[in-house]
């Protein structure tokens, strides 16, 4: 498994903010809080996700690159 790179780490841990606002608004009844914790997990994923697809498409082309250095 490859090392996550600051992007995933960043929204991942956007992601866990995100659940806890969400539900102590919902807790609190603050509509507004739960929104934002739920709007924040939301961007939290794409961060996330985008972070993924980066590495792998690094990963790809460092495979590429060891493959075409082979004699």
């Not at 498994?1 to 866990?16: C, F, L, Q, T, W």
């Amino acid at each position: 498994m490859a090392i996550p790179n600051s992007d995933e780490v960043e929204g991942k841990g956007r992601k866990a903010v995100g659940a806890i606002k969400e539900k102590l608004g919902r807790a609190t009844g603050d509509e507004e809080l739960e929104a934002q914790g739920s709007a924040e997990q939301t961007a939290g994923g794409f961060q996330a996700g985008v972070g993924k697809v980066s590495r792998k498409v690094g990963d790809a082309i460092n495979d590429t690159v060891r493959e075409l250095k082979k004699p």
